[in-house]
């Protein structure tokens, strides 16, 4: 099996009609987020970044994994331009919540939620070594796309419309 194949399965599967305490479901929320991306004209490993930000959750991981473990998933055919900004999303509320005033009023109640199991709002020099690190600005971007892909007014591209880039991106 091709790795766009298993996670065709993942979104095919009962998890990605999950609702995780937003308007919408965990499968359309992560196609929103890819849709965004593109609209926004975002290289093709950052819009699979958007797509493939929550996959951690289709694979059943809790809200302080799900990053981290879907980035290590998704290694196995993906490189670090699309693993990386999907480790580090969660990270990169933590960064907005700290460095960016009026952040933390822009989120949705779960994502406020569940950023208390994450860690809360960064220490400054925790957001100084975020700054740092190489795709935190691609990990703020991927973030930007996931707190505004939450419109249950909105039918984003089904999996299918992001497959060829997939396959694109993926290490043979």
């Not at 509320?93 to 208390?116: D, H, I, M, Q």
């Not at 960064?122 to 935190?136: C, H, L, N, R, V």
């Not at 419109?151 to 396959?167: H, K, N, Q, R, S």
């Amino acid at each position: 099996m091709t790795g766009v194949e298993a996670i065709a399965e993942l979104f095919a599967g009962p998890g990605a009609r999950d609702y995780l305490g937003e308007p919408v479901t965990i499968g359309s929320h992560m196609r929103q987020a890819g849709h965004l991306a593109e609209a926004a004209g975002a290289e093709g490993s950052l819009v699979a970044a958007a797509l493939l930000h929550d996959i951690g959750h289709l694979r059943n991981e809790t809200d302080s994994r799900h990053g981290d473990a879907g980035a290590q998933w998704l290694s196995q055919w993906f490189g670090t331009a699309v693993t990386e900004p999907v480790r580090l999303h969660v990270a990169a509320k933590r960064y907005l919540c700290a460095t960016e005033p009026g952040y933390f009023g822009l989120l949705s109640a779960e994502s406020v939620r569940t950023l208390a199991l994450q860690g809360g709002p960064m220490t400054a020099g925790q957001a100084a070594e975020f700054e740092a690190m190489p795709f935190a600005q691609d990990a703020v971007a991927v973030r930007r796309w996931d707190d505004e892909a939450k419109d249950p007014v909105i039918t984003p591209p089904e999996f299918a419309y992001f497959a060829p880039l997939l396959a694109r991106l993926a290490r043979s």
